[in-house]
């Protein structure tokens, strides 16, 4: 067997009403005054007043930070910071998509530090440690409560990664209450990119080993499965928390055998047309399945039984085959739009995304088949 090393989160907690037992958690983390991040609509619909009272009633000192945008800019990163050091905050919490969680991871380290985030950037180049951090999340997608990855946009189309394991929180929870009243196109947007978590993990070229397998397929059985039900019955508290318990799990796959090229195309439509991460996903996977065929069929075919219920007595290709129109016809079941054209991307741009794709290296390298710039325009044009 080949060697490999598996890194997680410390503590993970799973349970109806977890959120509003955060002072536990930061009891035993020795956190008395915690900056809270999250998002203004969240705030919004009343989901963080509960939380930052449960977390007040019990003695922990809350600086709300509720200003997290979709991919947030380095400038509310640097507000987040400013914000815990005026309160002289000992701890960060997220409760949040995976933006807040990002942001909130960031902070952290930032807090404890003074290596410019521009240092951070790229795989363990994080030098030092970081706060206690404690992740909350309140989508079934990114599973960055898992990960040890944040992402930062970093110019007008332009993103960023700190990869390193010191980001991986001390506790992770999952309260499928939190979810209840995501919105439908959100749900089946963030559950899509959770399978594609799932998917790229399996088939992750380089580190992937026999532990992330066993995740990326229990997280692919459980998001199929429910997803629909979360779309169209969001009140579906099972259904919900299968949902958060497989993002979960994709997250923790992917976190120790990276993603490829589905997530190395989507940044720059996130980046150039700010489409949701989760959309941007959707919308090229299917042809980057298709592309990676050569080189991952009899990888694609193991995980078809699960999504498409095909016998295993088929062919590997038949197999394969049948899991990409399974996917492309959930994404249809779904209502989700199926091409860039449909999702409001003009054909004109289509080479300036494949150059743009082309710098995601970081990701590209660990896609089953290798992507020239050339593949990448195809793949684009394919999806298109």
Not at 93 to 105: E, L, R, T
Not at 106 to 129: F, H, I, K, N
Request: proline share 5%.
């Amino acid at each position: 067997m080949q060697s490999f090393a598996f890194n997680t989160v410390a503590r993970l907690v799973s349970g109806s009403g977890e959120a509003l037992k955060l002072a536990e958690h930061c009891a035993k983390l020795g956190v008395k005054n915690a900056l809270l991040v999250t998002d203004p609509g969240l705030v919004a619909i009343g989901l963080i007043g509960p939380v930052q009272d449960a977390l007040s009633a019990a003695g922990v000192g809350v600086c709300l930070f509720p200003k997290v945008s979709e991919d947030p800019p380095e400038a509310v990163v640097f507000a987040s910071v400013d914000a815990g050091k005026a309160a002289g905050v000992d701890g960060v919490i997220a409760v949040g998509g995976g933006s807040s969680m990002d942001v909130a991871k960031v902070a952290a380290a930032l807090l404890c530090s003074d290596q410019p985030l521009s240092d951070m950037y790229g795989v363990e180049q994080l030098s030092g440690g970081r706060l206690p951090l404690i992740l909350v999340p309140t989508t079934a997608g990114t599973g960055s409560e898992v990960t040890p990855v944040a992402i930062v946009t970093t110019g007008e189309t332009t993103k960023a990664g700190v990869s390193s394991a010191v980001l991986l929180p001390d506790i992770a929870v999952l309260d499928a209450d939190l979810t209840l009243g995501l919105p439908p196109h959100i749900t089946a947007m963030t559950g899509v990119d959770a399978m594609v978590h799932a998917i790229e993990a399996y088939t992750s070229k380089i580190k992937k080993n026999p532990v992330s397998d066993n995740l990326a397929r229990s997280a692919l059985a459980l998001l199929a499965n429910n997803i629909r039900t979360a779309v169209h019955d969001g009140r579906q508290r099972d259904a919900r928390a299968a949902m958060l318990l497989g993002a979960m799990q994709a997250g923790q796959a992917f976190a120790n055998a990276p993603v490829g090229a589905v997530h190395a195309l989507a940044y720059p439509l996130g980046g150039h047309f700010h489409i949701p991460h989760g959309l941007s996903n959707s919308l090229v996977l299917p042809a980057v399945m298709r592309f990676n065929l050569p080189m991952a069929t009899s990888l694609y075919a193991e995980l078809a039984e699960i999504v498409a219920g095909v016998s295993v007595s088929g062919s590997e290709e038949a197999r394969a085959q049948a899991l990409i129109v399974a996917i492309e016809k959930l994404i249809d079941d779904l209502s989700m739009p199926a091409t860039l054209s449909a999702a409001g991307v003009g054909e004109e741009s289509l080479e300036t995304l494949a150059e743009d794709a082309m710098l995601q290296q970081r990701l590209l390298i660990n896609n089953p088949r290798d992507v020239s710039y050339d593949d990448a325009l195809g793949i684009y044009r394919a999806a298109f």
